[in-house]
Nanobody, 127 residues
């Protein structure tokens, strides 16, 4: 079964940037709507950003709007989350989630709408 694989996490100072990547494991030609979620220690898994299968539509949580950008390169079946102006409160494990068979312009913001998940990548922002 296809799994999602995240990469790009790490330790960064406040105000810095990181770019996360998400791609399906193995070779697949299936297109996916993709979402990013994050979970801080002791917290819930919260929505961060989502992008439609074609990439025309996207949505952001208010807490990251203007600082994070979700994008995709369907030629390499990869979705990116560019995170700028990072804050200590952005510290969390970031998860990529995917949903196949979606309409091209639809994005999803609820975790239970995504059947495929990655293992997560740690992002730590120091003050």
């Amino acid at each position: 079964q296809v799994q999602m694989v995240e990469s790009g996490g790490g330790l960064v100072q406040a105000g810095g940037s990181l770019r996360l990547s998400c791609a399906p494991s193995g070779r697949t030609s299936t297109g996916y709507a993709v979402g990013w979620f994050r979970q801080a220690p002791g917290g819930e898994r919260d929505f961060v950003a989502a992008i439609s299968r074609i990439g025309r539509n996207s949505r952001y949580a208010d807490s990251v709007k203007g600082r994070f950008t979700i994008s995709r390169d369907n030629a390499v079946n990869t979705v990116y989350l560019q995170m700028n102006s990072l804050k200590p409160e952005d510290t969390a494990v970031y998860y990529c989630a995917a949903r196949a068979g979606s309409y091209g312009n639809t994005y999803y913001t609820l975790s239970n709408e995504y059947p495929l998940w990655g293992q997560g990548t740690q992002v730590t922002v120091s003050s």
